[in-house]
């Protein structure tokens, strides 16, 4: 895939989302890097429509699941219905196959229901009755949550944070950018429909490319580094694990090729470490009630670890 056609699914992202190139960008690392996303903000900052103008955008099979307490796992996945007509049953797959899911509120349904979407986000299958049936390549999950209302909620466990390449916010738009908002949609609510740029093929092909972007044995330490550093740290209770060394990678591969290079820098380890180790962290409690975020543990560890040259 050329990455000129990501800079356009990039320039069609931020028309409709204005003033977060930062949080389009990191939409974009995890889509090219092959990972998940969860973003984590307030409602009305535009959380659902970005992941709707991505998937219109990469003419992706698009489906919305509405996360709510009474959700059940098959809802999700789907499950084996009987015919009455042949006097068998068989499998009726759920949303969950498609090319882009967006979870939204995932925090509102149930520890059981959140786990059904963990054997889909790391084994890109589903196990119904001892038969596996694989999802539709490529596969990515965007969930949203609101990290402000906890009323009838359920935190999302470790295990399943963990399965996330990314997290992020997306925040209030700039005073200038609300003022074109507010301009662009004076007769529509809605902002205009983006044409689509790429395939789900592209994808696919632009995922396996990130895998060529070279990663050199300093920066391969220097990621290694950062990530032991968090098992030491005396603020953080759980550190991250391989899997998240293996994401913070992964996804500098995919920042270095989205920005034409043919390697990773450690620009890339330190743009991305927060929002790749910050949710995978579990601070002691002393810290967590000090007010003390895993944003800014990760910063301090950051600015403790030489960088390469």
């Keep these: 895939m050329n990455p000129q056609i990501l800079h356009d699914i990039s320039r069609r992202l931020e028309s409709v989302i204005r003033g977060k190139p930062e949080a389009v960008e990191l939409l974009l ?18 959380k659902t429509t970005l992941a709707k103008t991505l998937a219109t955008a990469v003419q992706a099979e698009f489906r919305r699941v509405q996360f ?15 015919s009455s ?13 498609c090319n882009l899911l967006l979870a939204d509120e995932i925090n509102r ?24 049936y694989p999802l539709p390549e490529p596969f990515m999950v965007i969930a949203t949550q609101n990290p402000v209302e ?12 963990d399965r996330f390449l990314l997290r992020f916010s997306i925040g209030y738009p700039a005073e200038a950018d609300e003022l ?16 689509a740029t790429a395939t789900a093929a592209d994808v696919a092909d632009m995922q396996s490319a990130v895998g060529m972007v070279g990663v050199e044995e300093s920066v391969r330490s220097y990621i290694a580094g950062l990530v032991r550093a ?29 920005k034409g290079r043919p390697a990773v820098l450690p620009d890339d380890v330190k743009a991305l470490a927060g ?25 301090d560890l950051l600015r403790s670890l030489p960088a390469p040259v």
């Design 29 to 46: 690392i995890a889509l090219a890097g092959g990972g998940h996303v969860l973003i984590e903000d307030v409602p009305g900052v535009g």
């Design 68 to 82: 709510t307490p009474d959700l059940l796992p098959t809802d999700i996945t789907g499950g084996m219905v009987y």
């Design 85 to 97: 007509a042949t006097g068998e049953f068989s499998f009726r797959p759920g949303p969950v196959f």
């Design 109 to 132: 349904a149930s520890p059981r229901t959140q786990s059904a979407l963990l054997e889909a986000m790391n084994e890109r299958q589903v196990s119904i009755d001892g038969r596996r």
């Design 150 to 161: 906890y009323h009838g909620t359920y935190p999302l466990p470790e295990a399943q944070l």
């Design 180 to 195: 074109v908002i507010l301009r662009d949609r004076q007769r529509e609510m809605n902002p205009a429909v983006v044409t």
């Design 230 to 258: 968090t098992r030491k740290e005396p603020r953080i209770r759980l550190g991250a694990s391989p899997r998240a060394a293996l994401a913070l990678q992964r996804a500098c591969q995919a920042r270095a090729w989205l």
């Design 275 to 299: 929002p790749v180790l910050a949710h995978r962290l579990l601070l002691e409690s002393g810290t967590a009630f000090a007010g003390g975020q895993s944003e800014q543990v990760v910063a």
